[in-house]
């Protein structure tokens, strides 16, 4: 496939292909990002700081929903300090809708330990960052070539996509292997180059956004746009369909529930879940982990002693995470003895002191019928 006439180097290197991208191609790919970047506010900052929570942000969600959640967060953390203090409420209430909360747990822990350990700031130095909370082999690059201008690879699903495209590698993109030749062939691209502080910031963000607008995951590539054109062998092999391979995901699995909400007027029961595994620590309706007809809903709740006077249906929703969906069925439910003494993690809460806790987006079928919340600004 790979085909030695053309420009590129191919070698075995440690019974691995070994690919390198043409000097010149870099340098277009560089110039084109110059002149077509896009905008966001985390590209006005040299701060290391900064980089680290944009790219925390931006796994799993979409850069231009990512957006307000920067703004508003380095407004009220402006800092690693701030970050390290943060009460976990507040946290999780300026993470609500990314999703994801370990990410924002995994912040915290990492501030604090800056704190401890590294006089508050990000370490220069690519194996320190790996060893802090939440911070694997991509942040790590990100920060070094973004924050601090260090050749480093930052290899996301973008540059993954935009050079197995170009050198036509087939191989499966989730498997670590294909990674490893991948993030090599930029490594000895900056190792033989040597290129400036400035042009690895570029050259980082130049694959980013060289996958988020022309080399795309969903759909055609647009590829009489791209820089990289002239050497790419998916392009000239048409390959470009059949690249990248990603092998299957293992099929989530589904558990169904039934979730109680239980008001009283304007108020409504809330628990808190348990400070580890999914959504630790965060506010939701009670509910089971199963399905439950309106009958059974009434015994059971009776069995926990609750008198409960009148229920009613709401619609059904679904929620789905990285490894599991939720079926939710929900009942409102109107009890009439509310003298029984509420569980150590449950509250019962009016719409306004439900503006200061994060409701995970999984349960934003209810919180948007009962229109319980406020606009952004008002929190
Ligand atoms: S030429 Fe097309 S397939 Fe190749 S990197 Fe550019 S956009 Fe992607």
């Known amino acids: 496939m790979i085909r030695l006439e053309r420009a590129f180097l191919f070698a075995m290197y440690n019974g691995n292909r070994m690919y390198e991208p043409e000097a010149a191609d870099i340098e277009r790919l560089v110039s084109w990002y110059r002149k077509n970047k896009r905008s966001f506010p985390w590209r006005d900052t040299k701060d290391p700081y900064h980089v680290w929570i944009s790219e925390i942000m931006l796994q799993q969600t979409r850069t231009e929903a990512v957006i307000s959640y920067f703004e508003r967060f380095l407004k009220q953390v402006p800092d690693i300090e701030t970050l390290s203090l943060i009460e976990d409420d507040d946290l999780n209430r300026l993470w609500e809708g990314l999703g994801y909360y370990s990410r924002a747990r995994n912040l915290k822990k990492c501030a604090i330990k800056l704190m401890e350990e590294h006089g508050g ?62 993030t090599k062939s930029v490594e000895d691209y900056y190792r033989k180059t040597e290129p400036d502080q400035a042009f690895v910031k570029d050259l980082s963000q130049a694959f980013m956004d060289l996958g988020a607008t022309v080399c795309i995951p969903n759909g055609a590539p647009r590829c009489d746009l791209c820089p990289l054109r002239e050497n790419c062998q998916a ?34 029961l809330l628990r808190k879940r348990e400070d580890k595994g999914l959504l630790a620590g965060l506010y939701e309706f009670s ?93």
């Open 235 to 268: 392009y000239e092999q048409k390959l470009i369909e059949k690249i990248p391979y990603r092998s299957p995901l293992k099929q989530r699995k589904i558990i169904d529930r039934t979730l109680f909400i239980i008001r009283n007027g304007d108020r409504f």
């Open 121 to 182: 700031r990000l370490p220069e130095d690519y194996e320190a960052l790996l060893k802090l909370p939440g911070i694997g082999p991509y942040t790590a690059g990100a920060i070094m070539a973004i924050g601090f201008g260090r050749p480093y690879p930052a290899i996301d699903g973008n540059v993954l996509r935009v050079l197995a495209r170009y050198f036509a590698i087939e191989d499966d993109i989730r498997q670590d292997a294909t990674k490893n030749v991948i």
């Open 287 to 379: 509910g089971v982990d199963e399905k439950l007809s309106a009958e059974k809903t009434k015994e059971y709740l009776a069995e926990k002693g609750y008198d409960v006077l009148h229920l009613k249906k709401l619609p059904d929703s679904k929620h789905v995470f990285s490894h599991i969906e939720w079926h939710m069925d929900a009942y409102e439910i109107k009890i009439g003895n509310w003298d029984i003494p509420l569980k150590e993690n449950e509250i019962l809460v009016n719409k306004k002191e439900l503006q200061k806790l994060a409701i995970p987006s999984a349960f934003k079928t209810y919180i948007e019928y009962y229109a319980l919340r406020e606009s952004e600004d008002e929190i």
